[in-house]
């Protein structure tokens, strides 16, 4: 079985509309001549149409913003069971991952990266496609598939306590389907040991998916649009301090939950949830 056909280089739209269908198709696309952080949320409003609840940024992807975040992980230390909130830095590879993973229901269903400033070495992106993940590792193993789509697992960030518990894969109940995976999944208290075979295998999976597979350079105007339910993104490492990148979040109608205000990353606390 040969993971690396999980990963997707996007191909580039040409517009809002052709950039949407891409994004249903493929799970992401990249779009070019994007000028401003302003421009990011317009697109990305224009994308999603009259399915968009709300685009705005979530954070600015930079050496010096990491620093801080971790030294904010660091001061809260292991939770209630022994976990740490993941810590690493510019020059290690990112987990495999899907935004909001600390917010439960409330992670954006579509995102955006767009990039303002490059790095000349390192920093290349990489996307796993979760269903194209999924089906592989059914078609080797049925067994273990079924497992993806029965086993309960905890989803939550430490300290978070989002009560996100769950399959990897599920169908919401708008009929889409999620299938998810962060560094911090693990088993459920008192399991007997399958959940944990179960996230272990998983993680492994995904891990080698993100390390075989395809890279790309993401240039300054370009941007990645991507399904957040169904992609697991990340990056090489980078050498540049000044590398910029900026994420975008976004719901629409066929989100799980909408969060009412902004949601702070660094800090452990649940939003509330606005009303539609």
Same mark, same amino acid.
């Given at each position: 079985m040969d993971l690396r056909h999980? !990963? +997707?280089?996007? *191909?580039? $739209?040409?517009?809002?509309?052709?950039?949407?269908?891409?994004? &249903?198709? =493929?799970?992401?696309? @990249?779009?070019?001549?994007?000028?401003?952080?302003?421009?990011?949320?317009?697109?990305?409003?224009?994308?999603?149409?009259?399915?968009?609840i709300l685009v705005r940024p979530q954070f600015e992807a930079t050496k010096s913003e990491q620093d801080k975040e971790q030294a904010a992980f660091?001061?809260?230390?292991?939770?209630?069971?022994?976990?740490?909130?993941?810590?690493?830095? !510019? +020059?290690?590879? *990112?987990? $495999?991952?899907?935004?909001?993973?600390?917010?439960?229901?409330? &992670?954006? =269903?579509?995102?955006? @990266?767009?990039?303002?400033?490059?790095?000349?070495?390192?920093?290349?992106?990489?996307?796993?496609?979760?269903?194209s993940l999924l089906a592989a590792l059914t078609a080797d193993d049925p067994e273990f598939g079924?497992?993806?789509?029965?086993?309960?697992?905890?989803?939550?960030?430490?300290?978070?306590?989002?009560?996100a518990v769950s399959p990897i894969a599920r169908v919401l109940p708008g009929g889409r389907l999620q299938v998810r995976a962060h560094p911090s999944q693990t088993a459920l208290p008192g399991d007997t040991g399958l959940g944990q075979r179960v996230v272990a295998r998983w993680l492994e999976s995904v891990s080698i998916a993100r390390a075989s597979g395809a890279r790309f350079r993401v240039a300054p105007g370009e941007m990645i649009?991507?399904?957040?339910?169904?992609?697991?993104?990340?990056?090489?490492?980078?050498?540049?301090?000044?590398?910029?990148?900026?994420?975008i979040w976004a719901?629409?109608?066929s989100a799980v939950a909408v969060p009412e205000g902004l949601l702070d990353i660094s800090v452990p606390q649940m939003p509330t949830a606005l009303a539609r």
């Open positions: 999980s !990963n +997707l280089v996007p *191909q580039e $739209a040409t517009s809002a509309e052709h950039a949407r269908s891409l994004v &249903a198709r =493929d799970g992401a696309a @990249l779009v070019t001549g994007i000028g401003s952080l302003a421009d990011a949320v317009s697109f990305g409003e224009a994308m999603l149409g009259d399915q968009c660091a001061a809260l230390g292991v939770d209630d069971r022994g976990r740490e909130r993941y810590q690493g830095g !510019n +020059l290690d590879m *990112q987990p $495999a991952h899907y935004d909001g993973f600390g917010f439960g229901d409330f &992670a954006p =269903d579509h995102m955006f @990266l767009w990039c303002e400033r490059t790095c000349e070495l390192g920093g290349a992106s990489f996307l796993v496609d979760g269903q079924r497992e993806l789509w029965t086993i309960d697992i905890d989803h939550s960030e430490p300290h978070f306590g989002a009560g649009c991507i399904d957040n339910y169904r992609m697991f993104h990340g990056r090489d490492g980078y050498v540049d301090p000044a590398r910029t990148l900026h994420s719901w629409t109608n």
